[in-house]
């Protein structure tokens, strides 16, 4: 026999086991999950790659999994016709923790024993393979890759710091691809391998699963079956004048064991809308892209004509933790469908501008080729239309979340998603009208709760022209700003900037419903009061003072003006029409140093 290799488990993977078995004792059964979720990922694999390389589907045309369960001894086999490991796979996927899954898993367990521990949201992560030993005190993985010609077995145990690898040599055991898991129960857990159980929890679990999932069962039909008579009743029938008086027919039922389609395999997004409820909209999203939060809106769609898609689109409840987001996102949050087949989640770049990056979904289209690449996808003229389509699309879906009657939804999504619209003022020009009423600000007027540009259009006063706000880099600072003073006294609202994007991004927009944006800091604000005998007789009474300041300063100031824009304080610095605001200039500086 070929030797047994051991290996030690990579000291994350030990800590990782004792916390999965340590922190959902109470919800075992997500094990199954899991395992499905992993064969499901290793089909859609092997179906992505067989479309440029047929030959990978030569061995077992078939994608399937199947569940078999043998409750006498308690085991529990799953067999996939995926993508299979390696020998060098096994080691490096269910030695080592390099998974994203299991990476975010780890993140909200610390993060709910920061908050008080709270272990039902942590099953609902994903929590990956190793929950396997959740139920299992002995798991066997057996798996044959198209890349190999021999099939390994990669052994593990509960509470074992260590795992084997061998050959596979009993031809009995030989899978012509894919991957088998043999999982030997514990004692108290073998009431899984129960087939009525298995069926539950696939039924249950897997809802979503665009493969088939049999699971074996046990059938019955009935016959009608002749028996002889008793015969001694048969005696007492006297002459037995009618020979077939003699015989009876009985039903039985005759047992045998089957696969049996467990699951639905239709994609919900090929359903028709109308048939589909929000509950399965959230199970959607929350299994596929292992969220335990309900998305705060959600929107499905079919497009004809030009270009042929479907698309289910999600407004998450939290923006995605940790810094790379915005500026670099890697997301993984589209995940593009070709005719049903599952291309990739890595082009989310191509189908979203980066500032809607935190839009999660799947695109199915029609139009596009099996083989699709990124350069394919840059150049075609069918992504741009589709690129376009989402993103109105995504802007309904936010409008609709700005609309609604629970004001805490807008909130919620302003305090994590504000900052990427902000950015869309600055890289979307063609998408300003549907950025712009979603945008949200302080101002004099209401220092608690922010306020949309058209809250603040309907509260201008009948002659004003222009929108106006000051930068600065807090409320408190902003409404202490002199710049204010005569602004209050008439009681025009000033839009506070809070924000280091929120100056930059007004710029950008330039207007809104055509009045201009103005900043009270520059210095030939106009509030059309202008009074010019007044400021005649200003000048000549302050004109020297002025002359006098300026030489006092020299160049540390611009310029020296009378000014009639402040009603208390006797002076304020303010910045030249064309150059940095003063709060601009602190930004940059912030940078430079
Ligand atoms: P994740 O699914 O988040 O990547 P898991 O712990 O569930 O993390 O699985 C770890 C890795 O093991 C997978 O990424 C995959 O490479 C490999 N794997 C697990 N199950 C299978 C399977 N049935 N077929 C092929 N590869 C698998
Ligand atoms: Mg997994």
Redesign the pocket.
Known sequence: APPVQKYEYQAEVSRLMDLIVNSLYSNKEVFLR?LI??AS?ALDKLRFLSVTQPDLMKEAADLDIRIQTDKDNGIITITDTGIGMTQQELVDCLGTIA?S?TAKFLKALKDSKDAGGDNNLIGQF?V??YSAFLVAERVAVSTKSPKSDKQYVWEGEANSSSYSIREETDPEKFIPRGTRLTLYLKRDEKGFAHPERIQKLVKNYSQFVSFPIYTWQEKGYTKEVEVDEDPAEAKNDEQGEKAEKKRKTKTVVEKYWDWELTNETQPIWLRNPKEVTTEEYNEFYKKTFNEYLEPLASSHFTTEGEVEFRSILYVPAVAPMGKEDIVNPKTKNIRLYVKRVFISDDFDGELFPRYLSFVKGVVDSNDLPLNVSREILQESRIVRIMRKRLVRKAFDMILGISMSDNRDDYDKFWENFGKHLKLGCIEDRDNHKRIAPLLRFFSSQSEQDMISLDEYVENMKPDQKDIYYVASDSVTSAKNTPFLERLIEKQLEVLYLVDPIDEVAIQNLKSYKEKNFVDISKEDLDLGDKNEEKEKVMKQEFGPTCDWIKNRLGDKVASVQISNRLSSSPCVLVSGKFGWSANMERLMKAQTT
């Open positions: 899991e979720s992993n990922d998974q899954g994903g990956g393979f």
